[in-house]
């Protein structure tokens, strides 16, 4: 083996652990994210319940809390298959049989397009909460009219 190959197999090498290391900052983001958006969730939960005294509505599907989990459970599988990634790039740099493969990108795509989407109407949602001033008003004005 020459110099020259011995210093490209090298920076190929590199470039593998790198590209290994920006997956896994990315499912560590999913992670966290997932994460705040979960725990989020209950915290408006608990001030909408504090506020008007009330249970709020929550769709059993459509939720940030399973929003939240299904990011987790992304994010777990990101660094399960960039794990993989780097093995099989790594064997086949070492073969000298190097072939990119553009597959994994575009299902993660895909998959982020997905959850994207499906927190829209969560995000909409969030701004329908019942006013505590009014429901105050409200029952302060039905208290008076029982009176």
Avoid: C
């Amino acid at each position: 083996m020459t110099k020259i190959s011995q210093v490209d197999r090298q920076r190929e090498h590199q470039a593998n652990e790198r590209t290994f290391l920006a997956w896994l900052r990315t499912s560590i983001a999913l992670i966290g994210f997932g994460f705040a958006i979960a725990r989020f969730s209950l915290f408006l939960r608990q001030l909408h319940s504090t506020l008007t005294q009330q249970e709020p509505q929550v769709h059993p599907i459509f939720n940030s809390e399973n929003l939240g989990v299904s990011l987790v459970i992304f994010g777990i599988v990101v660094i399960a298959l960039a794990a993989w990634h780097y093995n099989q790039v790594f064997w086949q740099i070492e073969q000298n049989k190097y072939r990119p493969n553009r597959i994994m990108v575009l299902i993660i795509t895909a998959i982020m397009m997905i959850l994207g989407t499906l927190s829209i109407p969560l995000v909409l949602w969030a701004n329908k909460l019942p006013n505590p001033t009014t429901n105050s008003t409200q029952r302060r004005q039905r208290s008076l009219d029982d009176f």
